[in-house]
T-cell receptor
């Protein structure tokens, strides 16, 4: 699986949009981009995923560049409860290990400030 | 409520005393897996299962065993725990290959 690079930490003001970047320059054509977050030591929570088109759900938007070498997770109106570690992961979508194998890096520690 | 349930949530044990961490999901998911999380090392996959009676090693399987006799359960077995297995453990499941993973709340294990 391709490796991802994320900033170690970021700050954002409450109510503003939080934009979390991720580089995945070695991504393959069959690899999806996933975002998860982990609040304190709770189980990671799925946020969103995509292949090449931009995606939006009730939690966030995912913007993937045309060359797919980077992406940005956008939390449109950050709240204090969005303070967490955010993981960007690329993963093969097929094959035995693609089903479950997620390689979590160190992620970005996002702090939302009042 | 759809969930992945792990037990125990907290456990302190001694070296060599066999223990099992149970994992159960109520979503009829085919895929289940175990991860451990350690400071500075992130989440690492221990074992995964594609379906009943189908399991395979992840990145750090040494010292662990798993079984998948029923679709809903995927226990993690430490036959002879050692202090380097002190960690935070997460079980996860998903319905499809490309689907989201649902994680349990974690089991914090300390081996003395």
């Amino acid at each position: 699986d391709a490796k991802t690079t994320q900033p170690t930490s970021m700050d954002c003001a409450e109510g503003r949009a939080a934009n979390l970047p991720c580089n995945h320059s070695t991504i393959s054509g069959n690899e999806y981009v996933y975002w998860y977050r982990q609040i304190h030591s709770q189980g990671p929570q799925y946020i969103i995923h995509g292949l090449k088109n931009n995606e939006t759900n009730e939690m966030a938007s995912l913007i993937i560049t045309e060359d797919r070498k980077s992406s940005t997770l956008i939390l449109p109106h950050a709240t204090l409860r969005d303070t967490a570690v955010y993981y960007c992961i690329v993963r093969v979508a097929s094959g035995p290990q693609g089903a479950q194998k997620l390689v979590f890096g160190q992620g970005t520690r996002l702090t939302i400030n009042p | 409520e759809a969930q992945v349930t792990q037990n125990p949530r907290y456990l302190i044990t001694v070296t060599g005393k066999k223990l099992t961490v149970t994992c159960s999901q109520n979503m009829n998911h085919e895929y289940m897996s175990w991860y451990r999380q350690d400071p500075g090392l992130g989440l690492r996959q221990i074992y995964y299962s594609m379906n009943v009676e189908v399991t395979d090693k992840g990145d750090v399987p040494e010292g662990y065993k798993v079984s998948r006799k029923e679709k809903r359960n995927f226990p993690l077995i430490l036959e002879s725990p050692s202090p380097n297995q002190t960690s935070l453990y997460f079980c996860a499941s998903s319905l499809r290959i490309t689907g989201e993973l649902f994680f349990g709340e974690g089991s914090r294990l300390t081996v003395l």
